[in-house]
């Protein structure tokens, strides 16, 4: 996550809801739906302009629309607890399902990280494309694990924190506070297991191709010294069933 969408995505709203809700403010209802606001508008927005699908952006709005639906009808807090493990452990069982497709979903995230062009054109035999193919496979399966790891570990955070009714000043403390725990939590884990499975990407593909990790990556060297720091559990993926 990049500052400016942190910004958008969790210190505004944070601000928000700790500074609003009292009923002398904007009260509870009203800073929660200007909360939710922003960073729901700034994704729409976001995805107009840029006329693409994008998964994690949608999924994104969906999730803080959801949050709102709870606060303003006063829905049982354990709903907001199932709601932020809901969406990263259906995105894996998608995840899982495209790996029996021709396209998996994993070959975005590859092409993302990896000179696509520079690949495709060491993918010279038939054999080699389906030894590929398998490997964007396991990075689908690898990458859905992350991610039921992550809905597990929001659910139980959520549970632990977000624990006062719905629709009241507290419910607004409780969801800023939820936010705020989860950046050295769930966030750094995730980001530190996303990170390492690039160079999981990267080195499987490094295999099959005869290229270096260099040669793959977008960005070269430079990005190869940061994502080799995590080779350890990049191997940890390949000795489980998983990888």
Known sequence: MNPVSAIINIFIPVAILLGLSNDD???????LLLAIGIPA????????????????????????LLTGV???????????????????????????????????????????????????????TPEV???YHAHLQAIGRVWAGIMILSGVLK?????????????TEAFNHDLAFYELVQLPTTFTLTGVLILSLIWYIVTGTS?????????????????????????????????????
């Open 25 to 31: 403010r904007l009260g509870a209802i009203p800073a």
């Open 41 to 64: 508008a700034t994704g729409i927005y976001q995805l107009a302009r840029e006329r693409k699908v994008d998964a994690s952006a949608i999924l994104g709005v969906v999730s803080v």
């Open 70 to 124: 709870i606060g303003v009808f006063e829905l049982s807090t354990r709903l907001f607890a199932l709601k932020e493990a809901a969406i990263p452990i259906g995105f894996a069982v998608v995840l899982i399902g495209s790996n029996f497709t021709r396209y998996p979903i994993s070959t975005l995230l590859a092409d993302m990280v990896q000179r696509r062009d520079r690949v495709q054109s060491h993918l010279a």
């Open 129 to 131: 494309k389906a030894e």
């Open 155 to 167: 659910f139980i955070l959520a549970s632990l924190v977000v624990t006062s009714p719905a629709g």
């Open 207 to 243: 295999r099959i191709t005869g290229l270096t990790p260099g040669e793959i990556l977008r960005g070269g060297t430079k990005t190869e010294r940061v994502a080799k720091r995590l080779a350890p559990i990049a191997r940890f993926y390949e000795r489980t069933p998983l990888g």
